[in-house]
Nanobody
Framework: QVQLVESGGGLVQPGGSLRLSCAAS????????MGWYRQAPGKQRELVAD???????NYADSVKGRFTISKDNAKNAVYLQMNSLVPEDTAVYYC?????????WGKGTLVTVSS
């Protein structure tokens, strides 16, 4: 099993930046994929970015060039650097880990982009 805890959400003005963190309860070195998803009010949960074994990355078109996913194996952590935020980025952001064929989720952290 993998427990995930997100942090770093909050209120930010349009054009601002935030860095989300996801702490895992076990070594992430052997986890097949880790990523960030988000769910806006009234919408389905969607992939924002993920990072797979071999360090390949995948981004939603809406965040390409603005968001960057990274990891620190020594700290068992995954990060999402979000720049040039727009109101449409407002959502609850969830950390995800795919391990031994199962998906694990954190409880989420709220990001609100508003002036």
């Amino acid at each position: 099993q993998v427990q995930l805890v997100e942090s770093g959400g909050g209120l930010v003005q349009p054009g601002g930046s935030l860095r989300l963190s996801c702490a895992a309860s076990r070594s992430i070195f052997s986890i097949y994929a880790m990523g960030w998803y988000r769910q806006a009010p009234g919408k389905q949960r969607e992939l924002v970015a993920d990072l797979r074994s071999g360090s390949s990355t995948n981004y939603a078109d809406s965040v390409k060039g603005r968001f960057t996913i990274s990891k620190d194996n020594a700290k068992n952590a995954v990060y999402l650097q979000m720049n040039s935020l727009v109101p449409e980025d407002t959502a609850v952001y969830y950390c995800n880990a795919r391990f031994h064929g199962m998906d694990y989720w954190g409880k989420g952290t709220l990001v609100t982009v508003s002036s």
